[in-house]
């Protein structure tokens, strides 16, 4: 089954509906879908609602909920445990019903004046008519990176990763600067080393909580390794078939280095999930 967005009007009823708090889904035996005049009737603490979608032909709504909400027989499961073993257009579905909740839980009141907000009909912006301001989700653009020097690569721990994974360099573009600038300074701050013939890669939407990765191989160009303080925990250069435990398949930085080790040891060339 696809999932595709789109934009639909919540006065109208039926369809199914997503249930969401925080970065959670509420789930069942069969899933995160519910039939969602079944779930208007059971008298839980809405805080807002959204139409997303479809999940093949049928309409999907996200319904926003209280973090304290309860549903018999249903749990709360992470947007991250859906990354890491999910199906992958329901992940789509979920990654994009998530930040459609953030944003929509991030602007109830004007960031300007903090007057209440109200949802545009026909738009997926929040309005502000006091002063009369528009405010649409929030996408923030990050460089990620593989560095490579022949043979090895640079891999790297923060003290956030999971016990013994390794990955490439990532960061949030600073305003005003080019994501090739991004490149070369984050690598420099996390890992003291210059680089040299940025190659793009490809893209990928990431939904914790609303980054849009942009992913490069990048040559070592010189300098020594000195890890940022705080941020890098280690960071050293591993060779193609000698590697450490590596981040979720599902990843740009999974696919970053995948296609790197497939260049290098003449084998097919994965593609970005
Ligand atoms: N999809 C992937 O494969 C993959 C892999 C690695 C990192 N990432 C994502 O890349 C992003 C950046 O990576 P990082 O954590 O190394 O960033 P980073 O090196 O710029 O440092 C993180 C710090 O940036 C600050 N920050 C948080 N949100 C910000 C924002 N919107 N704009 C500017 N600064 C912000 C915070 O102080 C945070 O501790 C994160 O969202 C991370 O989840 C994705
Ligand atoms: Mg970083
Ligand atoms: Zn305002």
Same mark, same amino acid.
């Given at each position: 089954?696809?999932?595709?967005?789109?934009?639909?009007?919540? !006065?109208?009823?039926?369809?199914? !509906?997503?249930?969401?708090?925080?970065?959670?889904?509420?789930?069942?035996?069969?899933?995160?879908? %519910?039939?969602?005049?079944?779930?208007?009737?059971?008298?839980?603490?809405?805080?807002?609602?959204?139409?997303?979608?479809?999940?093949?032909?049928?309409?999907?709504?996200?319904?926003?909920?209280?973090?304290?909400?309860?549903?018999?027989?249903?749990?709360?499961?992470?947007?991250?445990?859906?990354?890491?073993?999910?199906?992958? *257009?329901? %992940?789509?579905?979920? !990654? =994009?019903?998530?930040?459609?909740?953030?944003? =929509?839980?991030? #602007?109830?009141?004007?960031?300007?004046?903090? /007057?209440?907000?109200?949802?545009?009909?026909?738009?997926?912006?929040?309005?502000?008519?006091?002063?009369?301001?528009?405010?649409?989700?929030?996408?923030?653009?990050?460089?990620?990176?593989?560095?490579?020097?022949? &043979?090895?690569?640079?891999? /790297?721990?923060?003290?956030?990763?999971?016990?013994?994974?390794?990955?490439?360099?990532?960061? %949030?573009?600073?305003?005003?600067? $080019?994501?090739? #600038?991004?490149? /070369?300074?984050?690598?420099? *701050?996390?890992?003291?080393? *210059?680089?040299?013939?940025?190659?793009?890669?490809?893209?990928?939407?990431?939904? %914790?909580?609303?980054?849009?990765? @942009?992913?490069?191989?990048? *040559? =070592?160009?010189?300098?020594?390794?000195?890890?940022?303080?705080?941020?890098?925990?280690?960071?050293?250069?591993?060779?193609?078939?000698?590697?450490?435990?590596?981040?979720? $398949?599902?990843?740009?930085?999974? #696919? @970053?280095? &995948?296609? =790197?080790?497939?260049?290098?040891?003449?084998?097919?060339?994965? $593609?970005?999930?």
């Amino acid at each position: 089954m696809v999932w595709r967005n789109a934009f639909l009007d919540p !006065a109208q009823a039926g369809g199914w !509906a997503v249930l969401y708090s925080q970065q959670h889904f509420l789930a069942d035996s069969n899933g995160v879908l %519910f039939p969602r005049d079944w779930v208007k009737r059971q008298d839980l603490p809405i805080i807002g609602e959204q139409g997303i979608g479809h999940f093949g032909e049928d309409a999907v709504y996200l319904l926003q909920l209280k973090p304290s909400a309860t549903l018999e027989g249903c749990t709360w499961q992470s947007l991250r445990q859906f990354m890491l073993q999910g199906e992958a *257009e329901t %992940f789509r579905m979920l !990654a =994009y019903a998530a930040q459609i909740g953030t944003w =929509y839980a991030e #602007h109830r009141f004007c960031g300007s004046c903090g /007057a209440p907000t109200r949802q545009l009909p026909g738009e997926r912006a929040m309005r502000c008519d006091s002063c009369e301001s528009q405010h649409y989700p929030r996408i923030s653009p990050s460089m990620i990176v593989l560095v490579t020097r022949g &043979d090895e690569i640079l891999l /790297a721990r923060s003290p956030r990763f999971v016990t013994g994974v390794y990955s490439t360099l990532a960061g %949030f573009v600073e305003p005003g600067e $080019s994501v090739e #600038h991004c490149v /070369a300074r984050e690598v420099r *701050e996390e890992v003291g080393v *210059e680089v040299k013939n940025l190659h793009y890669i490809g893209s990928q939407g990431w939904p %914790f909580p609303h980054s849009l990765m @942009l992913g490069f191989h990048a *040559e =070592y160009a010189g300098g020594d390794i000195v890890m940022q303080e705080d941020e890098i925990e280690d960071a050293r250069w591993f060779r193609v078939d000698d590697l450490p435990p590596l981040p979720a $398949s599902r990843s740009i930085a999974r #696919h @970053l280095i &995948d296609l =790197y080790v497939a260049r290098r040891l003449g084998l097919p060339e994965p $593609s970005l999930p």
